[in-house]
């Protein structure tokens, strides 16, 4: 009797086992059922219409894009081989949105809600658009940028400056700019520039039309422009056989070198003043570039916000807005310069870097300085 009254004792734990599995199971039923709102799609779902250039007027486009309606095809087209889906499903996003979602955003802000609310669609969608219009126009950078250096440009570029305020031999001029970003994962600090906020420095040559000839993008904010200058490959241009002849002109934070040219801090002739008036006002072309490169792009300027990317994706980020002003450029897309403070004295601040530079070039350039000086401004 002791075994059949376990066995029936044990089977009847079984089945108070179930039954409570079973009142749980309902239990959990009856929970989701009251607060968890359920999906019930209909068998032929309905999409909201997608937006894109094509239903923006001239004016729409110019505002919201950055672009004419005319530029923006040619860019879809562009990009078309590397955006098309690869997906047959019908929902699948055309290259004209994916397109219009990454303009919006380079043109307008730093958030992506907005876009999503323009074009029609989820933030996941504007997310993959963003990401893939980037890595496209990314990958043809060479294609966009670059500093000519055969004769014929070398003496455009030469002439133009020098109409500017009469600086001779100018082959370009160079700038920095911050780009500012949400605080990185790692090295947060390395990112902490030195107005307190977490940024990129984005190295810019300029010429005389504000076309960007060579962009650097992957220093934190916190590394000094002359550090990121002898990092770069503007050195290699201007030194060994084949090299432009001329300088660039940049300000007080690089220190003076054969083939560039900084300003004196202390002049004291006339025509030290002369040289300084000059380099100033040639200099100066830079700055209207960063000026207009920030106002045809929104997302890079700081008033917009910071860019909620990590640090690797932001910079292929602003390579593409590099990218399309110069695209904007060649297709007589100008645009007049706002006048922006910050821009304006972001890189006032002078520079003790000299003592990092190899001694022999900061003197041979404080002589090659002085003999132009004598030669153009005496």
């Known amino acids: 009797m002791g ?104 043109a307008v802000g730093s958030f992506q809600a907005s876009t999503g609310n323009i074009c029609s669609v989820s933030q996941f969608a504007v997310h993959r658009s963003i990401t893939e219009v980037t890595h496209a126009l990314f990958s043809r950078a060479d294609n966009f940028i670059s500093f000519p250096i055969d004769e014929q440009h070398q003496q455009q ?118 040289y300084n008036e000059a380099h100033s006002k040639t200099r100066i072309t830079v700055e209207r570039t960063i000026g207009i490169l920030k106002q045809r792009f929104r997302c890079l300027d700081r008033s917009r916000g910071a860019l909620q990317y990590s640090p690797h994706k932001v910079s292929r980020m602003i390579i593409a807005c590099c990218i399309l002003h110069n695209f904007a450029l060649q297709r007589g897309l100008t645009m007049e310069e706002e006048q922006n403070e910050e821009s304006m004295v972001e890189q006032e601040s002078e520079s003790d870097d000299e003592e990092s530079v190899e001694r022999t070039t900061v003197q041979q350039g404080r002589l090659m300085r002085q003999a132009l000086i004598l030669d153009a401004f005496e």
């Open 157 to 274: 570029r030469a002439t133009h400056f020098f109409r500017v305020a009469g600086f001779p031999k100018v082959q370009g001029v160079i700038g920095c700019m911050c780009v500012a970003i949400r605080a990185p994962v790692h090295d947060a600090m390395a990112y902490m520039n030195h107005k307190g906020f977490y940024s990129i420095n984005v190295q810019l040559v300029s010429d005389h039309q504000h076309r960007i000839m060579q962009v650097n993008a992957h220093f934190p904010g916190s590394s000094h422009s002359a550090f990121i200058l002898r990092q770069s490959s503007v050195p290699a241009l201007f030194e060994g056989e084949g090299s432009l002849e001329g300088w660039l002109l940049g300000d007080k934070e690089y220190p003076v070198q054969p083939w560039l040219m900084t300003p004196l801090r202390h002049p004291r002739t006339e025509a030290e003043h002369r």
């Open 3 to 106: 075994i059949g009254f376990s066995a029936s004792l044990a089977l009847h734990l079984i089945e108070e086992d179930q039954e409570e599995q079973e009142r749980a199971a309902r239990d959990v039923r009856w929970h989701r059922r009251r607060t968890v709102r359920s999906r019930r799609y209909p068998t032929h779902r309905v999409y909201r219409p997608r937006q894109s250039y094509l239903g923006m007027t001239e004016e729409q486009c110019l505002q919201q894009l950055s672009l004419s309606r005319e530029a923006v095809t040619e860019l879809c087209h562009l990009l078309n081989e590397d955006l098309q889906a690869q997906s047959t499903i019908s929902t699948a996003l055309p290259v004209a949105v994916k397109v219009t979602t990454a303009l919006n955003f380079y």
